[in-house]
């Protein structure tokens, strides 16, 4: 099975700031990812797919890139609708569908 | 608007059997693979199942394969999930999701409902 990792758990940002978040998977998965925005008490948003992908709807300050085993999300200037939490799912091995474990952003 | 509705979670008892539906609306829903995705009390997402539009195809998480059997009905727009032998690790805020792709399984989601709790506890 893919296991995905994402780094770090937690992270602390201010409003204004750039964040970048990680996903490693165990073995490659091409451009197989997704990002996912979860706040509490809510269903998952999707915002980015196929890596780099922007789900229609989502603000452009949201960027994916990454392809193989290494991927990242950056917010280019958090807004404080942002502070959330956020997953990487994988789905290149079909039927298999991998979360990773999350990451909370938090505000400093 | 795409619409996905969720009911059938309650209190069940370990080894019992509880069945989920998905009621979907505002989209054809025989174009897309759907899921099921499960979050325990204060955890992660947890895909469970996952199938396609013409039931073709299905896919399970290891820790449910063998006791869930996932299955739709594209007459009624829904989809169900059949939980049997269930277990206090079940206990979670189960999700139906519906699939990015027309006419392929592309595993992503870009529409959920807003859940419906399962409780597994004697």
């Known amino acids: 099975d893919i296991q995905m990792t994402q780094s770090p758990s937690s992270v602390s940002a201010s409003v204004g700031d750039r964040v970048t978040i990680t996903c490693r998977a165990s073995?490659?998965?091409?451009?197989?990812l997704a990002w996912y925005q979860q706040k509490p008490g809510k269903a998952p948003k999707l915002l980015i797919y196929?890596?780099?992908s922007l789900q229609s709807g989502v603000p452009s300050r949201f960027s994916g890139s990454g392809s193989g085993t290494d991927f990242t999300l950056t917010i280019s200037s958090l807004q404080p609708e942002d502070f959330a939490t956020y997953y990487c799912?994988?789905?290149?091995?079909?039927?298999?569908?991998?979360f990773g474990q999350g990451t909370k952003l938090e505000i400093k | 608007e795409v619409q996905l509705v969720e009911s059938g979670g309650g209190l069940v008892q370990p080894g019992r059997s509880l069945r989920l539906s998905c009621a979907a609306s505002?989209?054809?829903?025989?174009?897309?693979?759907m899921h099921w995705v499960r979050q325990a009390p204060g955890k992660g997402l947890e895909w469970v199942s996952g199938?396609?539009?013409?039931?073709?195809?299905?896919g399970y998480a290891d820790s449910v394969k063998g006791r869930f059997t996932i299955s739709r009905d594209n007459a009624k727009n829904s989809l169900y999930l059949q939980m049997n032998s269930l277990r206090a690790e079940d206990t979670a805020l189960y999700y139906c999701?519906?699939?990015?792709?027309?006419?392929?399984?592309?595993?992503?989601?870009?529409?959920w409902g807003q859940g419906t709790l399962v409780t597994v506890s004697s």
């Open positions: 196929a890596a780099s």
């Open positions: 799912q994988q789905a290149n091995s079909f039927p298999s569908v991998t």
């Open positions: 073995q490659g998965i091409s451009s197989w």
């Open positions: 999701a519906k699939d990015l792709g027309f006419l392929e399984w592309l595993g992503q989601a870009d529409y």
């Open positions: 505002g989209f054809t829903f025989d174009d897309y693979a």
């Open positions: 199938i396609s539009w013409n039931s073709g195809s299905t």
